[in-house]
């Protein structure tokens, strides 16, 4: 099995930084051994213009085969012989790639002491396998490494050149060219892909598969147009896995996605508005009510349910009514991105105790979120498929339990009023639903009646006579017991 990465470069940015990036010096040829086999890695050119870094991988077909797991595809059990006389010493498969993560880890991870620069650099990239087992052909190949920021050339081989009419095999030449990606992005694909294409595993995928996909997918995976073949075929089918990986990737690409949405529609309001005098952005208008209700609640511990980058924790640290603020998010990104917003690093002491921010999902119940005067769930509950719902109103409502409890949503009505918005569309493409005055009111009444609160209504940003404002906010507040007795009088 043998696979080569090709860079060039220039007298200033040297192709033979990939001995760097790959922690593997050029000068040197070097062996290392794997469960299947020896690894070897060499470099057949290495100047200032190309580098080329060769992995060959010896497989020992016997450790294959004492190992349980070396059957050709298709192989019965008691086939004896074609234990042994198979693809796996030739083509490039799940072998290919676990030796390619073991001798290129920190390749693949992106760090490099030496040159910390470099790994985040993209540089022309040029990888080259010789036989490749596609099943799905040049087509899925295609369809598998294109959308990534490659130019693939896939070959279907001849089963036997003197023999044309004997077909293709199932193999092809690839190559894959690019120059926009980095090398870790590379062997990521790579590391992913190969199995994918093999769609044969050489060992028990267990479930900690599914974590070492995420890793090696990210930033790429989610959103992938194949995402689910890749998480099924890398998971050797296995159903269970698989359905895990994708809810997970969900999770992923939903908070992504998130990231442009409120600046999207307050751009839009903006735009439609300008000729006005143009009132505050509809986000502002949004957390200037939210402030306005906490206050007018009494709360001082406040939780920010699907905080998403902190904007609204920011407002509230600027008021010294709030004493305790936490935003919790499902998004590490999102999360990431919020802990800069609010300096988290550089505030000081008294600052920092007032807020912290966790990671967690709403749709379980979570010790950590008891005990709050009052939790906002801010433009939240439409990114939950409805039948989720439940769970979240579960989590906040049911456990958590503050006494006061604020949710917005988009008010569907609306829509009709957005210039931009084509009719019938929701405003972001990942809102799962969005609701009516009227749906709303009868989601809020019924979990009110369910937990003991009483809710009122707030309209935040112009109301329209006809079609009501752009969002919708309720107000939750706990029954005290003689509110409840009175109600049930
Ligand atoms: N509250 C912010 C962000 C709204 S976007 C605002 O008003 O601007 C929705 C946010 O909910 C995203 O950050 C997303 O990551 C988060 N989210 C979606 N589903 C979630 C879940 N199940 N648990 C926790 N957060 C979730």
Avoid at 78 to 96: E, G, K, M, T
Avoid at 255 to 284: F, G, H, M, R, Y
Avoid at 287 to 302: C, K, P, S
Avoid at 378 to 406: K, M, Q
Wanted: glycine share 8%; net charge negative.
């Amino acid at each position: 099995m043998f696979l080569t990465i090709t860079t060039t470069g220039t007298p200033e940015r040297p192709a033979t930084d990939l001995g760097f990036l790959l922690h593997k010096h050029p000068d040197k040829a070097q062996a290392f051994s794997t469960s299947y086999g020896t690894a070897h890695v060499l470099y057949p050119e290495a100047d200032d213009q190309r580098c080329t870094a060769a992995l060959l991988l010896e497989v020992d077909a016997v450790a294959l085969v004492r190992r349980g797991k070396g059957k050709g595809r298709g192989g019965a059990p008691d086939a004896a012989l074609a234990q042994y006389v198979n693809d796996r010493p030739y083509a490039a498969s799940s072998l290919l790639a676990v030796a390619l993560s073991g001798v290129f880890s920190s390749g693949m991870k992106g760090v490099c002491r030496a040159r910390p620069e470099l790994p985040g650099q993209a540089r022309p990239l040029r990888v080259e396998i010789p036989a490749v087992p596609a099943r799905g052909g040049p087509g899925l190949v295609q369809r598998l490494f294109e959308p990534l920021g490659w130019t693939v050339t896939a070959e279907a081989v001849a089963l036997d050149t003197e023999f044309p009419e004997w077909g293709d095999s199932r193999y092809v030449r690839l190559l894959l060219e690019s120059e926009t990606l980095t090398l870790a992005e590379a062997l990521r694909h790579l590391y992913v892909l190969l199995p994918v294409l093999d769609d044969a595993k050489h060992y028990w995928v267990s479930p900690d598969e599914v974590d070492k996909l995420l890793r090696a997918g990210e930033g790429w995976l989610p959103g992938h147009p194949e995402q689910k073949l890749i998480t099924s075929r890398y998971l050797s089918r296995r159903w269970s896995l698989t359905r895990e990986a994708m809810e997970r990737l969900e999770l992923v690409r939903l908070a992504e996605a998130d990231d442009s949405e409120v600046e999207d529609i307050d751009n839009a309001v903006e735009e439609e508005t300008e000729a006005e005098e143009k009132p505050a952005p509809l986000a502002v208008q949004r957390r200037d009510a939210i402030v306005e209700a906490l206050g007018a609640a009494g709360a001082a511990r406040v939780l920010d349910l699907g905080c998403g980058q902190g904007q609204l924790v920011q407002t509230l640290l600027k008021d010294p009514r709030f004493t305790e603020i936490v935003g919790v998010d499902v998004s590490m990104r999102a999360l990431t991105i919020a802990s800069r917003r609010l300096k988290l690093d550089r505030m000081g002491e008294r600052q920092a105790a007032r807020v912290s921010l966790l990671q967690g999902s709403l749709a379980y119940t979570d010790k950590r979120l008891k005990g709050y005067d009052a939790a906002v769930l801010s433009e939240v509950i439409e990114h939950l498929d409805l039948p989720r719902l439940p769970a979240l109103e579960y989590a906040v409502f049911g456990a958590a339990r503050p006494r006061t409890v604020l949710v917005t949503t988009p008010n569907v009505e609306y829509n009709v009023r957005w210039e931009s918005l084509p009719a019938g569309h929701v405003r972001h493409g990942d809102h799962r639903f969005e609701w009516t005055r009227e749906e709303f009111r009868a989601w809020a009444h019924t979990v009110a009646e369910r937990h003991g609160y009483g809710v009122e209504f707030t309209p935040v940003g112009p109301d329209d006579p006809e079609v009501g404002p752009p969002t919708q906010m309720a107000v939750f507040q706990m029954l005290t017991g003689n509110e409840k007795e009175a109600k049930a009088a």
